[in-house]
């Protein structure tokens, strides 16, 4: 069987775009993100400008095309596995199934800026395959826990440190708004100058106190353990919402990016196809 | 095919929508509107509280006619020295009475600030996660895409009417399934955050109860001077302008006094526990989420109207 000119070139190229994928895979972060789709975009349309050199039904281009891909794409593991094989040990084939390897020789290094391989082979799961109805059921059991009770509990939760201290602050604010409501009535029913001076200067340190008591009151909050504990939690939901947030966008951005690619090959196409 | 693809998408769609973010898109952004009246009640509150305090001094300076002396701050090229404690008052320009320690610059200090802002920021996560327009975006990509992918078919002779169907296809895989994580990230975290949200809720309601408090001891003693310096105005005019600002702060005590923080706290609590409940529930409770969040709506602005009114002439 002859190989024309052509039908190497159309193999080579699919070898390239068969290396390429391998290794793109090979780098990419943690779980399949929807960037990952630029790498479709690339194959598809490879495919489709072998197309344009002869009719795909009967020209052996796309074939060609087609093997090279694969010998690419698992010619990039052969030459992993060859490598492995020729590391004196440093690697072993366990590190096909779950990426360990020997740690580096005492003269020996690994430069903190070398890109980290996520997987030598596989697909990555990673943390987003959930079973639905277990989360589903933690939804539900963490909305019934947080939910009052349908029946007076017998026994009253001990109170917090917190709520002790707020709690002792409250009577002495009361009993001191008592003193102050008795101030104001007496001197509004006084019509001595100078014993009304005396209550107003009274009324004045009193609230004075009433202040103290206020300020006491918003420090036990400030610097209350439930509020900090509270607040690093709720900060840890804000962050996964705002970071479930910015996917969408990134993956309208990549669809983004892989439609003027496509329409960039769309232009190419459009452009051969009248001289083929 | 197409008719098959098309029927595939109808069914999904009728899933999809059962598990879509979007649902409750007005009420989040009323939530996190009600939430940012909190916010703005804590600062006018504060700012409320300090301004009333020098208010209050300057009365009680006009009626004893003290001396009145600046601060070492004041003077030209004169770096003002770090004091902390009792003199951390004198770092900065300001007057006070000779001879006398100079006043603090607020009657109180709070951190509710900071907490309020937790609060804020988890509110607009919630409302960024429910954002249609982003969606908008997404789809119209895909569309872009899948015309693209079309014309390419087309240029190479291949049948349009299968390739346009399963660009479709992905474009609204895509987006249902990005739509689908957004819930279930939106259902999960609205549940963990129910509980620090409770407490955080509480806890503002207690912070906000004591600036409302500091907030009428302070014009309540600024009405009473007032009220005391009526016989010395020097005229009627004078008098007039007097007993106008002295109703008006009354007007401002009252509103104070009938505004509510802990129970306005309470109904975002019990707003955000309505919203968790109805995102655990398939059926869905649009009506009772909207309810509860409208009622914490009121409640924030009519406190934050509260806490923003007052003279302090």
């Not at chain 1, 009253?156 to 009361?174: C, F, G, H, I, Y």
């Not at chain 1, 439609?259 to 083929?276: R, W």
């Not at chain 2, 739509?179 to 939106?186: A, H, S, T, W």
């Not at chain 2, 969040?293 to 406190?303: M, R, T």
């Given at each position: 069987?002859?190989?024309?000119?052509?039908?190497?070139?159309?193999?080579?190229?699919?070898?390239?775009?068969?290396?390429?994928?391998?290794?793109t895979?090979?780098?990419?972060?943690?779980e399949?993100?929807?960037?990952?789709?630029?790498?479709?975009?690339?194959?598809?349309?490879?495919?489709?400008?072998?197309?344009?050199?002869?009719?795909?039904?009967?020209?052996?281009?796309?074939?060609?095309?087609?093997?090279?891909?694969?010998?690419?794409?698992?010619?990039?593991?052969?030459?992993?596995?060859?490598m492995?094989?020729?590391?004196?040990?440093?690697?072993?084939?366990?590190?096909?199934?779950?990426?360990?390897?020997?740690?580096?020789?005492?003269d020996?290094?690994?430069?903190?800026?070398?890109?980290?391989?996520?997987?030598?082979?596989?697909?990555?799961?990673?943390?987003g395959?959930?079973?639905?109805?277990?989360?589903q059921?933690?939804?539900?059991?963490?909305?019934?826990?947080?939910?009052?009770?349908?029946?007076?509990s017998?026994?009253?939760?001990?109170?917090?440190?917190?709520?002790?201290?707020?709690?002792?602050?409250?009577?002495?604010?009361?009993?001191?708004?008592?003193?102050?409501?008795?101030?104001?009535?007496?001197i509004?029913?006084?019509?001595?100058?100078?014993?009304?001076?005396?209550?107003?200067?009274?009324?004045?340190?009193?609230?004075?106190?009433?202040?103290?008591?206020?300020?006491?009151?918003?420090?036990?909050?400030?610097?209350?353990?439930?509020?900090?504990?509270?607040?690093?939690?709720?900060?840890?939901?804000?962050?996964?919402?705002?970071?479930?947030?910015?996917r969408?966008?990134?993956?309208?951005?990549?669809?983004?990016?892989a439609?003027?690619?496509?329409?960039?090959?769309?232009?190419?196409?459009?452009?051969?196809?009248?001289?083929? | 095919?197409?008719h098959?693809?098309?029927?595939?998408?109808?069914?999904?769609?009728?899933?999809?929508?059962?598990?879509?973010?979007?649902?409750?898109?007005?009420?989040?952004?009323s939530?996190?509107?009600?939430?940012d009246?909190?916010?703005?009640?804590?600062?006018?509150?504060?700012?409320?509280?300090?301004?009333?305090?020098?208010?209050?001094?300057r009365?009680?300076?006009?009626?004893?006619?003290?001396?009145?002396?600046?601060?070492?701050?004041?003077?030209?090229?004169?770096?003002?020295?770090?004091?902390?404690?009792?003199?951390?008052?004198?770092?900065?320009?300001?007057?006070?009475?000779?001879?006398?320690?100079?006043?603090?610059?607020?009657?109180?200090?709070?951190?509710?600030?900071?907490?309020?802002?937790?609060?804020?920021?988890?509110?607009?996560?919630?409302?960024?996660?429910?954002?249609?327009?982003?969606?908008?975006?997404?789809?119209?990509?895909?569309?872009?895409?899948?015309?693209?992918?079309?014309?390419?078919?087309?240029?190479?002779?291949?049948d349009?009417?299968?390739?346009?169907?399963?660009?479709?296809?992905?474009?609204?895989?895509?987006?249902?399934?990005?739509?689908?994580?957004?819930?279930?990230?939106?259902?999960?975290?609205?549940?963990?955050?129910?509980?620090?949200?409770?407490?955080?809720?509480?806890?503002?309601?207690?912070?906000?109860?004591?600036?409302?408090?500091?907030?009428?001891?302070?014009?309540?003693?600024?009405?009473?001077?007032?009220?005391?310096?009526?016989?010395?105005?020097?005229?009627?005019?004078?008098?007039?302008?007097?007993?106008?600002?002295?109703?008006?702060?009354?007007?401002?005590?009252?509103?104070?006094r009938?505004?509510?923080?802990?129970?306005?706290?309470?109904?975002?609590?019990?707003?955000?526990?309505?919203?968790?409940?109805?995102?655990?529930?398939?059926?869905?409770?649009?009506?009772?989420?909207?309810?509860a969040?409208?009622?914490?709506?009121?409640?924030?602005?009519?406190?934050?109207?509260?806490?923003?009114?007052?003279?302090?002439?």
């Open positions: 069987m002859t190989i024309t000119f052509a039908e190497f070139g159309a193999f080579c190229f699919g070898v390239v775009i068969g290396w390429f994928v391998y290794f895979n090979r780098y990419r972060k943690g399949a993100q929807f960037s990952d789709i630029t790498t479709l975009v690339g194959i598809i349309g490879g495919g489709a400008l072998t197309a344009l050199f002869g009719d795909p039904k009967t020209s052996s281009l796309f074939p060609a095309y087609c093997i090279g891909l694969a010998a690419g794409f698992f010619g990039y593991f052969v030459t992993l596995v060859v492995v094989s020729k590391s004196k040990g440093a690697f072993t084939w366990s590190w096909f199934l779950d990426g360990r390897r020997r740690k580096p020789g005492e020996e290094e690994i430069l903190p800026d070398t890109r980290v391989t996520t997987a030598p082979m596989a697909l990555q799961l990673g943390l395959r959930r079973v639905s109805a277990l989360e059921g933690h939804v539900r059991m963490a909305a019934i826990a947080n939910a009052p009770l349908a029946f007076e017998p026994i009253p939760p001990t109170p917090s440190p917190t709520d002790e201290a707020l709690r002792v602050v409250d009577q002495a604010k009361l009993a001191v708004e008592g003193a102050l409501r008795e101030l104001m009535e007496r509004g029913q006084t019509t001595d100058p100078v014993k009304a001076e005396k209550l107003r200067d009274a009324y004045s340190e009193t609230r004075e106190v009433y202040m103290d008591l206020l300020q006491l009151q918003l420090k036990i909050v400030d610097d209350s353990p439930e509020v900090q504990a509270a607040l690093a939690k709720l900060k840890v939901a804000t962050d996964a919402l705002k970071d479930e947030a910015a969408m966008k990134e993956a309208a951005d990549a669809i983004a990016t439609a003027k690619v496509a329409a960039l090959i769309a232009k190419v196409v459009g452009f051969l196809a009248p001289f083929i | 095919m197409s098959m693809i098309k029927v595939v998408l109808v069914a999904v769609a009728c899933t999809a929508t059962a598990c879509s973010p979007y649902v409750y898109k007005d009420e989040i952004n939530f996190a509107s009600g939430v009246n909190l916010s703005d009640a804590v600062k006018a509150g504060t700012k409320g509280v300090a301004e009333d305090h020098q208010s209050l001094q009365l009680k300076w006009a009626k004893s006619r003290a001396m009145i002396a600046l601060t070492i701050a004041c003077s030209p090229g004169e770096q003002p020295a770090q004091n902390t404690g009792a003199r951390a008052a004198e770092s900065v320009c300001t007057i006070h009475e000779a001879a006398k320690p100079v006043p603090k610059r607020t009657a109180i200090e709070t951190k509710a600030g900071v907490l309020v802002k937790g609060l804020q920021e988890y509110a607009a996560a919630l409302a960024a996660v429910t954002n249609a327009a982003d969606r908008q975006a997404l789809d119209d990509a895909a569309s872009s895409l899948g015309q693209s992918i079309s014309t390419i078919v087309t240029a190479v002779g291949a349009t009417g299968s390739a346009g169907a399963v660009g479709d296809l992905v474009a609204f895989g895509l987006g249902t399934a990005l739509d689908f994580e957004r819930f279930r990230v939106l259902r999960k975290r609205t549940a963990e955050a129910q509980a620090p949200l409770s407490e955080l809720g509480k806890r503002l309601g207690t912070a906000l109860d004591a600036i409302r408090d500091a907030r009428v001891a302070e014009l309540a003693e600024v009405a009473q001077m007032m009220a005391t310096s009526l016989q010395a105005m020097p005229d009627q005019a004078s008098y007039a302008e007097r007993l106008a600002a002295l109703q008006a702060t009354t007007v401002a005590i009252q509103a104070l009938v505004s509510n923080p802990i129970n306005a706290a309470q109904d975002m609590v019990k707003a955000h526990d309505k919203l968790v409940t109805a995102l655990a529930d398939e059926k869905r409770q649009v009506a009772a989420v909207g309810a969040i409208k009622e914490f709506v009121e409640k924030a602005k009519a406190l934050r109207a509260a806490m923003t009114a007052g003279t302090t002439s």
